[in-house]
């Protein structure tokens, strides 16, 4: 006859617990680890009856395991996602650009708009797409559009040139074209839409690494100098191709830019005559109204420059009397 028992629990945090019926016997202890269960039958040597139940898993304990494994796998997903984030572009296509202007078109009052399709494989009928929807919406006045690395080319730009001079309100403009094949003709489309902004005063234009050449370089300083209420420009034109007469150039018609009072000017990445910098210094010089230059010559080879050019070009950017900031890094 069994008189007394107890239950002894093992390994209570995974809910592992051993039954022991004892006959005449009364034992008050706790065993910790299985390691330690050989010592303890030991000690039940005299006991006439021994029933021993190991419960391995229960219910909850298997349901706790199930919502690790699915936690885990969730951590792993998420993992597996951040360290091919950028190898992953969304093609955002004609009909998601469509879709996209559908519903821009219902905001009527917006006047703040940020629009950010870099690396969404645009091509040129998805900007027109695009370009249409912005069109609709002519209560925006501070625009910010990013089509860095799409696959616009000559069309794409003359598409989002067509849509641009459409927004006659815009006072602020930020368009990021790096990257997207635009070449000189469509450095011209974008140049033609701009001049049409008779609102604008604060542009920021990034044309970087689109083979301009000359052409496209002398395009875009044709175009600013009509944007008579300019009072604020970025112009970048690094890794372009444009040679001497190119920024010559456009250091002319920036004197023309006659309310223009900030320049952020970079000009690097490119082959020209290192006597051509102090043409541009001396052009420079002559934008009367300019408070603040900023002029980033990365990769120009600014410090390589014989020291009588660098002296001299410093020299001419001094008589100016205004802040300036030479950088030769790309900031």
Do not use: W
Not at 41 to 48: E, G, M, T, V, Y
Not at 162 to 167: A, G, M, V, Y
Not at 178 to 206: C, D, H, R, V, W
Not at 240 to 258: D, F, H, R, S, V
Request: hydrophobic letters at 45%; aromatic letters at 10%.
């Amino acid at each position: 006859m069994i008189d007394e028992y107890m239950t002894i629990n093992l390994f209570q945090s995974f809910n592992l617990s051993i039954l022991i019926i004892l006959e005449n016997f009364l034992l008050l202890c706790q065993i910790d680890q299985i390691k330690y269960l050989r010592h303890f039958l030991i000690q039940l040597k005299n006991s006439k009856i021994l029933i021993c139940q190991i419960q391995l898993i229960n219910f909850q304990s298997f349901l706790s395991r199930i919502l690790i494994i699915i936690y885990l796998f969730f951590i792993y997903l998420f993992i597996l996602f951040y360290f091919n984030a950028f190898n992953i572009k969304y093609e955002l296509g004609v009909e998601g650009a469509k879709s996209m202007g559908i519903n821009l078109e219902k905001c009527q009052n917006i006047s703040s708009l940020i629009l950010n399709f870099e690396y969404s494989k645009i091509d040129a009928e998805t900007v027109k797409a695009i370009g249409q929807s912005l069109e609709k919406c002519q209560s925006i006045t501070h625009l910010d559009l990013n089509l860095k690395v799409n696959n616009l080319g000559e069309d794409g730009a003359q598409n989002i040139g067509i849509s641009l001079e459409k927004c006659y309100n815009i006072t602020f403009l930020n368009l990021n074209l790096e990257k997207t094949k635009i070449g000189p003709e469509g450095a011209k489309y974008i140049g033609e839409s701009l001049k049409k902004l008779l609102k604008l005063s604060s542009l920021i234009l990034n044309l970087d690494s689109n083979n301009l050449g000359l052409e496209g370089v002398q395009n875009i300083g044709l175009s600013l100098e009509k944007c008579q209420n300019l009072t604020s420009l970025s112009l970048k034109i690094n890794d372009n191709k444009y040679a001497n007469e190119g920024l010559e150039q456009i250091g002319k018609n920036l004197q023309n830019c006659l309310k223009l009072a900030s320049l952020n000017f970079y000009i690097g990445s490119i082959y020209y005559n290192p006597q051509i910098i102090l043409i541009l210094a001396k052009n420079l010089r002559k934008c009367e109204r300019i408070i603040q230059l900023r002029l980033n010559l990365y990769q120009i080879g600014f410090h390589q420059l014989d020291v009588g050019i660098r002296r001299e070009f410093i020299n001419n950017l001094k008589k100016m009397k205004r802040l300036i900031l030479i950088s030769k890094y790309l900031v």
